[in-house]
């Protein structure tokens, strides 16, 4: 091959090469920027429907309260194409232009996610807008001049790289030609590899022209690394976002695979971190879950419909993905649901028992200033009265004590309390009570069970609590047995009457606020129905625990258990 042939094949790889960095810089850079540019605009248009308040007329003043970081025009649209709000108002938009003419717009009240590339005549620049659909619909806008910029500025870069190069490659060639080859092949390696982000690796080789294109071309792919880190970090932040809520978030795809849960859900549905997840229409098992989901893949819209759990209860609300598939956001009102019944329950239970002694109170009043009736008459009338309200007050007193207990405001005070003391003290409160019941009362102290570390105050309550439930439920002729005995590292007191009993249906719900195994006579007798549950919650603040045994006609033991370390 003579010089002149291998000269002009030389200048010919030259042109070639200038062309192939061109294409590449276009093609690569500029639909990398693009789409990574589209991918994040679509991101931040779920991200800021997510963040709409539920009311329509609040969403033009959330646009101003977006986080800072969403950095791009915002435009909510309504599903007829009317613009309702935008973060950087147009003209257009403040003349309420319709704008279901525009591509991406008529996409998005398609229900698809539309994108389109348009130049601004007003504001003389190119943009990017992603429209994500609604309601409403949300158009994000970015302006292109920086991208077109970057691709401008390296192929403009390479041009005059690649002329230059060109120009000493005339001048030098028959000089250089082996000076130039190998630098030349060494770029062109490298610019082979930008496509698989390793970044230009090209060391100077002390050839200006070739050195002057390297810098270029460095440049420009800082430039692109630079954008694309930008972007992933916007893209890490939205995941911080929902790693961080405490509502459960779930992607799955079209086929119901489970692509992204973040911690929340897989605490509430009892996952590991590491532990895959099921397919979709297997996650749950009830029956009203599954045709939640089931509406879900099919792209259908959920909100907050309640899934209820063995265990609890949830919230669901689902939206679909574009392309398939849908995020289902869960929230866990299990507590909610709880306190709901507590307070429905509360409110039946101190209403049903105020009602007996008011309507008594009510009747007997009216009585009194309606009719002339003697003095004893009026006096066993007046005496009535006095009882029902001590109830009433009894009630109160009882419901405040567990209120204060379960608030967390009740405070222990524990010191070491002799047992026969505290007991015989208790017992001495409810002596004209068990004298009138024809009651008797022992107390058998074992050994190594003389002294409890307790609050003394909540120990009176407990003990005098016990003693007047066992008299009310004895017999004349009964006798109340109070019995303290050390065991399992704790002393447990036991208070065992010899009364009617009940049976064992009763046991597991004797604790509960109000609960009475023979509501006539525990009225009857004076009992307000708290009793007991006071007694359960004074002995779990002491990290004891409370247990019944009974039969019926044979009388019922309360044990009460302390630890004693």
């Known amino acids: 091959m003579t ?7 030389g200048m010919i790889a030259l042109v070639t090469t200038a062309v192939a960095l061109l294409v590449l810089s276009d093609l690569l850079i500029r639909s990398d920027l693009e789409q990574s540019m589209r991918q994040s605009l679509e991101a931040e248009g779920h991200l800021v429907r997510g963040l709409l308040p539920l009311e329509t007329v609040r969403w033009p003043s959330a646009l101003s309260k977006l986080p800072p970081n969403l950095t791009h025009r915002i435009t909510l649209i309504t599903p007829d194409g009317t613009p309702l709000a935008d973060s950087d108002p147009a003209p257009s938009i403040r003349t309420q232009v319709p704008l279901s003419n525009r591509t991406e717009i008529a996409s998005a009240m398609a229900g698809r996610v539309g994108s389109a590339t348009r130049r601004d005549a007003v504001l003389g620049a190119t943009f990017l807008h992603v429209a994500i659909p609604g309601p409403p619909i949300v158009r994000v806008s970015a302006d292109l001049s920086e991208i077109n910029g970057i691709v401008r500025r390296a192929q403009l870069g390479i041009l005059w790289a690649a002329l230059l190069a060109l120009l000493i490659g005339l001048g030098l060639h028959t000089l250089s030609r082996r000076s130039y080859r190998r630098p030349l092949g060494t770029l062109t390696e490298a610019i082979r590899a930008l496509p698989g982000g390793g970044g230009l690796r090209f060391a100077r080789s002390d050839i200006e022209e070739i050195d002057d294109l390297a810098e270029s071309l460095r440049q420009m792919t800082t430039r692109v690394a630079e ?8 893209r890490h932040h939205g995941e911080a976002l929902v790693d961080t809520m405490v509502e459960g978030v779930l992607a799955c795809d079209a086929r119901g695979n489970v692509i992204r849960a973040n911690p929340a859900i897989r605490r509430l549905l009892g996952y590991t971190a590491d532990e895959p997840l099921p397919l979709l229409a297997t996650l749950f098992h009830t029956k009203a879950a599954r045709t939640l989901v089931d509406a879900a893949l099919r792209g259908e819209t959920v909100t907050n419909a309640e899934l209820p759990l063995d265990e609890g209860a949830l919230l669901m609300s689902a939206r679909p993905l574009p392309g398939g598939g849908s995020v289902l956001v869960l929230h866990d009102v299990t507590d909610i649901r709880r306190l709901e019944t507590i307070r429905r329950d509360f409110v039946a239970n101190v209403s049903h028992e105020l009602k007996t002694p008011l309507t008594s109170i009510a009747g007997y009043t009216e009585t009194l200033l309606r009719d002339e009736v003697d003095h004893p008459t009026a006096i ?3 005496r009535i009265i006095q009882a029902n309200a001590r109830r009433m007050q009894d009630l109160i007193e009882d419901q405040l004590d567990l209120a204060r207990i379960e608030s967390g405001s009740f405070t222990l005070h524990p010191i070491q309390v002799n047992l026969r003391e505290a007991g015989e003290k208790a017992w001495a409160g409810c002596h004209e009570v068990a ?12 050994s190594g069970a003389e002294t409890l570390p307790v609050d003394p105050a909540s120990l009176q309550q407990i003990l005098s609590n016990l003693f007047s439930n066992a008299i009310r439920y004895s017999s004349p002729g009964g006798t109340v047995v109070c019995t303290s005995i050390a065991r399992e590292g704790g002393i447990e007191i036991a208070i065992t009457d010899t009364g009617s009993g009940m049976t064992g249906e009763h046991l597991p719900r004797i604790f509960e606020r109000f609960y009475r195994v ?3 006579r525990s009225r009857a007798a004076g009992g307000t129905g708290l009793g007991l549950s006071i ?7 002491h990290g004891g625990r409370v247990a019944a045994e009974s039969a019926l006609g044979e009388g019922t033991t309360i044990r009460c258990w302390f630890p004693t370390s």
């Not at 954008?227 to 916007?234: I, P, T």
């Not at 359960?536 to 603040?541: G, I, Q, S, T, Y």
Request: glycine share 10%; net charge negative; aromatic share 4%.
């Open 3 to 9: 010089r002149g042939r291998r000269g002009l094949l």
């Open 227 to 234: 954008q694309n880190q930008a972007l992933g970090a916007e």
């Open 380 to 382: 066993a009338f007046l």
């Open 435 to 446: 004298e009138v019941a024809q009651v008797d009362f022992a107390h058998h102290i074992g």
């Open 518 to 520: 023979d509501p006539a």
């Open 535 to 541: 007694v359960k919650h004074l002995v779990e603040a």
